[in-house]
C-alpha cells in the first residue's frame, strides 16, 4: 500500500504561481511513476504532469512551458511548480502514483486561480 498526501493548494490571481507537494509513503519502493491529475467541475479528470523514476517527464498540452514537476527522493516527495496560471486552471489537483499492479491516489487540493 502506498499513501499519498498532497498540499500547497489555494486562491491565486491570474499570472501568479503555486506550488504543490504530494508526500509518499509506505510501499514507496513499488512505485515507477507518480503524475498529477486535475479535475474541474463539469469535466474529466486529466493528466497535468508524469515524472518517472528515471527522471523523465511528461505534460499535458495546456500546462507545458508553465508547470514543472520535480522529485525529491530523499524526502519522498513530488512537487508541480505551476506558473503563470489561468482562470481555465482551476480545479482538484490529484496526486497519482502507480505500481506494476496498482494506481494510487491522494485526496486532491484545490486550486482556485481568480482575481
Known amino acids: 500500500q502506498v499513501q499519498l498526501v498532497e498540499s500547497g493548494g489555494g486562491l491565486v490571481q491570474p499570472g501568479g504561481s503555486l506550488r504543490l507537494s504530494c508526500v509518499a509513503s509506505?510501499?514507496?519502493?513499488?512505485?515507477?511513476?507518480m503524475d498529477w491529475y486535475r479535475q474541474a467541475p463539469g469535466k474529466q479528470r486529466e493528466l497535468v504532469a508524469l515524472?518517472?523514476?528515471?527522471?523523465?517527464?511528461n505534460y499535458g498540452d495546456s500546462v507545458k512551458g508553465r508547470f514543472v514537476i520535480s522529485r525529491d527522493n530523499a524526502k519522498n516527495t513530488v512537487y508541480l511548480q505551476m506558473n503563470s496560471l489561468k482562470p481555465e486552471d482551476t480545479a482538484v489537483y490529484y496526486c497519482?502514483?502507480?505500481?506494476?499492479?496498482?494506481?494510487?491516489w491522494g485526496q486532491g487540493t484545490q486550486v482556485t486561480v481568480s482575481s
Open positions: 497519482n502514483a502507480d505500481s506494476l499492479h496498482e494506481s494510487y
Open positions: 515524472i518517472t523514476n528515471d527522471g523523465r517527464t
Open positions: 509506505g510501499d514507496i519502493t513499488s512505485i515507477y511513476i
